[in-house]
């Protein structure tokens, strides 16, 4: 069974640029998540879907992050414009058994982003 | 105060060695907890739940400490392949929906031959 795929797997930008992450979760699972670790920090949430739907975003740093999941498959993160202090891993992970207190999610390897 | 707090490490141990990583949490409404470990630029894969009375798998052990907030890993027998970064991550329970995953920093174990 394929895992959680992200695309691409380094992106060098310059600031003010727009870059578009995609992921591709586990097929099946209605959840999907993005989480970003700039370096020196932890892993932080970004937002959840529920098939479609938006189910928390209160991670979203600004308006200059845009998450689309249309038709509840794969999920598309654009950041227009990049700044420097984007730069860092974003990861998508996808689960099948929110809201259980045991729901495990499966992580894609990311993508490293760089705003020169 | 950060919401999950982990000694950064390194712990720098030989093979065979046990070592203990600890970990604290802030906010009392936390519901579940889980060991991740994660590997250089890799992603952070499921090592274990960790429950109240404790729990094993094989060389690892989990405890939770809820009156405390505190969360801790021990390995036994360290091998060469346990090298990585330890993630300590709750989840809250925030108006009675289930929360999302919050993450400590990551405790850096490199074991030595």
């Known amino acids: 069974e394929a895992g959680v795929t992200q695309f691409p797997s380094h992106s060098v930008i310059e600031k003010g640029q727009t870059v578009t992450l995609r992921c591709d979760p586990i097929s099946g699972h209605d959840n999907l998540y993005w989480y970003r670790r700039v370096m020196g920090k932890e892993i932080k949430f970004l937002l959840h879907f529920v098939k479609e739907s938006k189910q928390d975003e209160s991670g979203m740093p600004n308006n200059r992050f845009l998450a689309e999941r249309t038709g509840g498959t794969y999920s598309t993160l654009k950041v227009q414009p990049a700044e420097l202090e984007d730069s860092g891993v974003y990861f998508c992970?996808?689960?099948?058994?929110?809201?259980?207190?045991?729901?495990?999610?499966?992580f894609g390897s990311g993508t490293q982003l760089s705003v020169l | 105060r950060k919401e999950v707090e982990q000694d950064p490490g390194p712990f720098n141990v030989p093979e065979g060695a046990t070592v203990a990583f600890n970990c604290t949490y802030s906010n009392s409404a936390s519901q579940s907890f889980f060991w991740y470990r994660q590997d250089c630029r890799k992603e952070p894969k499921l090592l274990m739940s960790v429950y109240s009375s404790g729990n094993e798998d094989g060389r690892f052990t989990a405890q939770l400490n809820r009156a405390s907030q505190y969360i801790s890993l021990l390995i036994r027998d360290s091998k060469l392949s346990d090298s990585a970064t330890y993630l300590c991550?709750?989840?809250?329970?925030?108006?009675?929906?289930?929360?999302?995953?919050?993450f400590g920093k990551g405790t850096k174990l490199s074991v030595k031959p």
């Open positions: 992970a996808s689960s099948q058994d929110w809201p259980s207190v045991n729901e495990k999610l499966f």
């Open positions: 991550v709750v989840r809250g329970n925030y108006g009675g929906s289930q929360g999302n995953l919050i």
